[in-house]
């Protein structure tokens, strides 16, 4: 297949029109537009882009006259992924620790505090650095909308700048001050949990989007995960939560009480658990570069799905238990070891994604959403987890200028 190629490339965002046709397959993730499945593919297709909205979508027989024309010679184009999931404001690396895992010894919580003490002293310029290098790295795989978390700083000036780095580059970020409990409170957790839901929840609220929690033997209990997300709320923050990793527990049936945008990891669950998210609008965020890099169980996700859970994959990029921004790796992780068919595995890593951090103008192809696009080097996007490991994302759009 041949690559793209346009008469007049937008460079910049504008009001200008742009086609891209000769699509093999359009997944628009609107069931309306199509066969009514839910990926609503299109075939032999083209769609519109102006500024930067989708303004149409349909055959390419049909596809009005616009200002540019790029060809995808006969390729697919998706939605960008929408990782919901991530924690891209850190320092240093923990090769030596996932070295040793994959040697026998298992990952805990405690690790984290590794990272938290190379982030404390690094600058603000080495932070940003590291993490404008993720989100353009994960740009090039296809992501266009990429959430990110504090968390490694735990204390309330690290954690501020974090999430003030953080806003510079992405709307989606998170409060996670309650991640693990640090070494200087360690014999005072509830001590922490005060500063937590106090001054360090007051000099981070501005900056954040969402609060989160991690739910887990060695991180937060129940009724310390309720204070901090009750606390968060009350400053106007949407919770989510770090639920049922390691072991089963509270956090799922938690996040669906305060009617969190999602539960995630969601590796450990009862049926008790399951039935709760069928019964609330709480996504199941999965995250399988986390159980491929510990060696753990693969959350079930044919069971969800068939309980009718809405289901989001993500990343979960890390320093420590996912050293990941790649969607197309965890699509194929989903569909090989979690029970996924890759047609749920690209819904659930676009419009499932969307909907963990509950937008509508992400994560589909439809009139009127962000103009957020990949080209795949393959004429359907189950090449994606058909072609596991080989770079496919040929060409990306976001927000209808081409970036990659």
């Known amino acids: 297949m041949s690559s793209p190629s346009t008469a007049s490339p937008a460079d910049s965002a504008s009001s200008a029109s742009t086609v ?88 805990s919580a405690g690790g ?25 790295e994960a740009l090039r795989q296809g992501t266009t909308t990429m959430e990110t978390k504090s968390g490694y700083g735990l204390t309330v000036e690290d954690e501020a700048r974090a999430l003030r780095l953080a806003a510079r580059h992405t709307d989606e970020v998170t409060f996670l001050g309650a991640h693990v409990v640090p070494a200087e409170h360690a014999d005072d957790p509830a001590a922490y949990v005060d500063l937590v839901t106090g001054p360090m929840l007051d000099a981070c609220a501005p900056y954040a989007r969402w609060v ?38 509270p956090g799922v049936r938690l996040a669906v009480e305060l009617d969190a945008a999602s539960a995630d990891h969601c590796t450990r669950l009862t049926d008790a658990d399951v039935d709760a998210l069928a019964s609330g609008r709480t996504v199941a965020t999965l995250l399988p570069g986390a159980e491929f890099s510990t060696r753990a169980e693969w959350p079930d996700a044919r069971r969800l799905l068939d309980a009718g859970v809405t289901v989001a994959l993500s990343t979960d990029c890390n ?61 359907s996007h189950v090449h994606l987890a058909y072609r596991p490991g080989v770079p496919l994302v040929d060409a990306v759009w976001r927000r209808g200028v081409r970036v990659v």
């Open 319 to 379: 320093p420590g238990s996912s050293f990941t921004s790649s969607v197309p790796f965890c699509v194929a992780l989903a569909v090989r070891d979690m029970g996924m068919t890759p047609d749920e595995a690209v819904w659930s890593a676009t419009a499932g994604g969307a909907a963990a951090l509950r937008r509508t103008d992400v994560g589909r192809l439809a009139p009127g959403a962000y103009a957020d696009l990949v080209l795949l080097d393959a004429p």
């Open 112 to 136: 984290i505090r590794t990272t938290v003490a190379a982030t404390r002293a690094a600058s603000d310029a080495d932070l940003e650095r590291t993490l404008t290098r993720h989100l353009a």
């Open 20 to 107: 891209i046709t000769n699509i093999a397959a359009l997944v628009t993730n609107d069931p309306s537009l199509s066969d009514r499945s839910p990926l609503g593919v299109i075939q032999d297709a083209a769609v519109v882009m102006e500024g930067d909205r989708v303004v149409w979508t349909g055959g390419r027989s049909k596809a009005p006259a616009t200002d540019n024309r790029v060809d995808a010679g006969g390729r697919a184009v998706l939605p960008g992924f929408v990782d919901s999931h991530a924690h891209l404001v850190f320092a240093g690396d923990r090769t030596e620790e996932f070295d040793a895992r994959m040697s026998g010894r298992a990952y």
């Open 212 to 249: 989160d929690v991690f739910v887990e033997e060695g991180a937060f209990d129940g009724d310390q995960a309720r204070a901090v997300l009750t606390a968060g709320r009350e400053k106007g923050l949407v919770p989510r939560v770090h639920a049922n990793q390691l072991s089963y527990g």
